[in-house]
């Protein structure tokens, strides 16, 4: 059994955190006090526990993205603080996605708050070493306007440091057709793209509209893809890397408890072709972090060394970076990861 020292020791890429899951609860309640939100403490408690969240928790995020981000300063902290954490558990690079249409109302505004989270990055990179990327993303509970909109400003405000887009919340409720124009005009203009499909059980088919229509060049989460042999072998084709969560809401609430693990998709992926990596998701919210993510595809998972060792190389392949940096990484995380090992298990 390999230990948590082992995994948090490890050289880890970040690709899959959403900006609002990363904020400490603590640094929730400063600022919810700062900012005069209409928040009260018990709210934000709530929305810190593992598993299903109570009735009304998606209160709390539309109220950080209204009523408690304001200022550069604000996504400033967060985003500082949430690299630090990721530092600490061994994260040398890490991609993030943030809704800017729940917080701005123009491209001025987006570059305004976006800002705060680009000087955090230069200086977590100054201070801790931790490279980041930022992934702007479509709220697919809002309506396709919005996602047009997003996908203007981010033309009109163009930053190499914001690469490309993603899309998020609810996948019952947005279903990614919607979202296509905005995906299409997005790779037109040269933005990378990534997408949440096939989450909360919804069918294969949304992750061939991601593939197929909205050009991707990653995937998030795409569980059923398990379903459908004949995906699975597009996506190993097409060489599109899977991030994972391995802590996903919907298979805790969904599976049974006591075979959870054994019958999570996560398992089967590998077996059937496809380059999964393991991520945290909302890491403050669901009481994860990057060492433990990692070590429940160990645990949890059943994954032994080599399989471990892939999904190090899968982090590298689909990261978002220039493959300069990804052949640097490969050499270095490989290295270190062979290192460890041997430590651990002479
Ligand atoms: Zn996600």
Request: aromatic share 8%; with cysteine.
């Amino acid at each position: 059994m390999l230990t948590e020292a082992f995994f948090r020791a490890i050289p880890k890429l970040a690709l899959h955190d959403h900006l609002l899951g990363t904020i400490a609860r603590e640094t929730f309640q400063d600022l919810a006090r700062l900012r005069g939100a209409a928040i009260t403490a018990e709210e934000i408690a709530a929305f810190y526990i593992r598993g299903e969240k109570p009735v009304g928790v998606l209160r709390a995020f539309r109220a950080l993205e209204a009523e408690v981000l304001q200022q550069p300063e604000d996504f400033h902290r967060i985003t500082y603080e949430y690299l630090a954490a990721h530092a600490r558990h061994g994260v040398v690079h890490a991609e993030i996605f943030w809704n800017p249409t729940g917080s701005a109302r123009n491209a001025a505004e987006y570059a305004r708050l976006r800002s705060g989270i680009l000087a955090a990055f230069e200086d977590a990179r100054r201070d801790l070493g931790i490279s980041a990327l930022l992934i702007p993303s479509i709220d697919r509970e809002a309506p396709p306007e919005a996602a047009m909109a997003l996908v203007e400003w981010m033309i009109e405000e163009p930053d190499p440091v914001a690469v490309g887009i993603g899309i998020d919340y609810n996948e019952v409720k947005g279903p990614p057709e919607l979202f296509v124009p905005a995906y299409q005009l997005a790779g037109r203009h040269g933005l990378r793209r990534t997408a949440h499909a096939g989450e909360f059980g919804c069918p294969p088919a949304n992750i061939r509209i991601a593939i197929h229509q909205m050009g991707v060049d990653r995937l998030d989460h795409a569980y059923t893809a398990v379903d459908d042999p004949e995906l699975c072998r597009e996506i190993v084709d097409r060489n599109l890397i899977v991030t994972v969560v391995p802590t996903n809401s919907y298979y805790l609430r969904t599976l049974p408890r006591e075979s959870w693990a054994a019958e999570h998709p996560i398992r089967r992926m590998p077996g059937l072709g496809l380059r999964i990596h393991p991520n945290t998701d909302d890491p403050t919210m669901h009481l994860v972090d990057p060492s433990r993510a990692w070590s429940m595809m160990h645990r949890d998972f059943g994954f032994g060394p080599e399989a471990l060792r892939g999904f190090l190389l899968n982090g590298i392949e689909g990261a978002f970076v220039e493959e300069a940096q990804k052949s640097v990484w490969r050499a270095e995380h490989l290295a270190a990861f062979d290192r460890l090992l041997k430590d651990t298990a002479p």
